[in-house]
């Protein structure tokens, strides 16, 4: 995904001359530049209050102030960890990165699809390799949970190998690390999701990070396109491993919430609004299957309402990034202030009471945003 982010750059008083026609003009990739370069000059707002109690979070014995996060996709390349951390996420996921640069796919590899608050993208895990990415990270302190999204080379003879790279090389530097297997825009990258190749995966990525100096928690990121019967099958593999936890979900390329629209037809990821629903679905059938093994929500949020329900379907955190393409930089703040309505609402004092408060309803698709 690109953060093209038209109407959070009309936030920025640096680029409050361009306007929002102009912005949507501009190409979404280089729309997503001058957002990082206005981030990395400090042009973005900091948050200007502290968090909630009602929003602390403890993940994989990680203290969050609150608990949601920016997703991978935007800051590729560890370019702008720190601001966006002062911008108010609890947790900020860098990458993906690779161990080799790699430029991606051709372009044109992102399409917005305005009128359903959806992106589709092809990106290809575009980004400038692990030496960039540590060289930025080493030695920098942000006031959030830093996450790095690890990934495979295209041409690699073993994707395999390649994660292993990556636990080696932010295993230390990182607070957690995600295992990012469910992009559709690496051909045979998805195969690892199942059985014996998922075993080998988790077998030898987790065995690299025993040898780490730090026990570094690890997500496994996993697509909305698996069935019940691959959830099943997941299950039973992750279950019998020291995983951390799991990321519901990335990307579909389910086309049925978009069909007949501008840009639908385009090959790569959905993400976005119409997402939410099958992301959510998804969310809360792996909840029922891996008890309470720490779930990040992900996929379609774009509201207060929407935020709670991936809360209530069974994440234990959430992450978004496309629904501040249409939503905006103050997205964040919305959020968070229907999260603590909503604990103050049910008589709590922590959202982690809500936590998978609506597991059922949602994972038999009986739920609805209200």
């Not at 530049?33 to 973005?44: H, M, Q, S, V, Y």
């Not at 589709?120 to 930025?136: P, S, V, W």
């Not at 026990?215 to 019967?229: G, S, T």
Request: proline residues 5%; aromatic residues 4%.
């Amino acid at each position: 995904m690109i953060f093209s982010a038209l109407s959070p750059l009309l936030r920025i008083p640096a680029l409050s001359g361009l306007t929002r026609e102009a912005l949507l003009k501009m190409d979404a990739e280089t729309a997503h530049g001058a957002t990082i370069t206005a981030l990395r000059l400090g042009l973005a707002p900091e948050q200007s209050h502290p968090d909630g109690a009602e929003l602390r979070t403890t993940l994989c014995g990680l203290d969050l102030t609150n608990p949601i996060g920016m997703a991978a996709g935007f800051d590729k390349n560890a370019e702008v960890p720190r601001p966006l951390a002062l911008m108010g996420f609890g947790m900020v996921e860098i990458g993906t990165v690779t161990p080799r640069p790699q430029a991606g796919n051709p372009r044109p590899r992102l399409f917005r699809i305005g009128s359903a608050e959806g992106v589709i993208n092809r990106m290809g895990f575009n980004n400038e390799g692990h030496d960039a990415a540590f060289a930025r990270l080493k030695g920098q302190r942000i006031p959030a949970a830093l996450g790095v999204n690890i990934g495979a080379n295209k041409d690699s003879d073993d994707f395999v190998l390649d994660y292993v790279l990556g636990v080696r090389r932010f295993a230390d530097l990182a607070d957690y690390l995600t295992v990012n297997v469910s992009s559709p825009n690496t051909p045979g990258l998805r195969n690892l999701q199942a059985d014996e190749a998922l075993r080998r995966l988790l077998g030898e990525v987790l065995a690299a990070r025993a040898k780490a100096k730090t026990r570094v928690p690890v997500f496994l990121k996993i697509a909305p396109d698996l069935d019940e019967a691959a959830l099943d099958a997941l299950a039973a593999v992750v279950l019998a491993t020291d995983l951390d936890g799991l990321i519901v979900s990335n990307t579909t390329i389910a086309r049925d919430a978009v069909a007949g629209l501008e840009n639908a037809s385009e090959t790569g990821g959905l993400s976005g609004k119409p997402l939410f629903d099958l992301s959510t679905r998804r969310l809360a059938q792996t909840r029922q299957r891996v008890g309470a093994l720490p779930i990040i929500g992900v996929g379609g949020i774009h509201s207060p309402q929407s935020a709670l329900a991936k809360v209530q379907a069974g994440a234990n955190a959430i992450q978004l990034y496309s629904a501040m393409v249409f939503g905006g930089l103050d997205m964040l703040d919305q959020l968070k202030r229907g999260l603590v309505a909503a604990v103050r609402a049910e008589g709590k004092t922590n959202i982690s009471e809500i936590v998978g408060t609506q597991v059922d309803d949602w994972a038999a698709g009986r739920a609805r945003l209200n």
